[in-house]
């Protein structure tokens, strides 16, 4: 049985910092890729970044590049998402997700963990 579970959300002023962080078990998390995504209310997910089994491929949407840092420690098989320069526009619920690339480009997000909320006030 898959499990993930983030952590780490809650609120913070614009401009500031956060770090997130996801626990997965129950699948071959070393070899397997990560997304991470959130959802705002009332709007349709948001892709944020996808990171490789072994780190070497990652990618970040336009949104959040150069703002948002994805990294894994496969030892712990824990994904993170540091959250810098926030904006009021990154109130969510940001949710680990297993996937592969394909999920990440067509929006399959079902394998994700109950999410961690950010909220972000001016």
């Keep these: 049985e898959v499990r993930l579970l983030e952590s780490g ?16 078990a129950g699948f071959d998390f070393n070899g397997h890729p990560m997304l991470w995504v959130r959802q705002a209310p009332g709007k349709d997910f948001e892709r944020l970044s996808y990171i490789s089994g072994g780190s070497k491929t990652i990618y970040y949407a336009d949104s959040v590049k150069g703002r948002f840092t994805v990294s894994r420690d496969n030892d712990k098989k824990m994904v993170y998402l540091q ?31 109950p999410g961690t909320q950010v909220n972000v006030s001016d």
């Design 9 to 24: 959300g809650g609120a913070v002023q614009a401009g500031g910092s956060m770090r997130l962080s996801c626990a997965a």
């Design 83 to 113: 959250l810098n320069s926030l904006k009021v526009e990154d109130t969510a619920m940001y949710y680990c997700v297993k996937g592969v690339y394909s999920d990440y480009i067509n929006g399959n997000y079902g394998t994700r963990g």
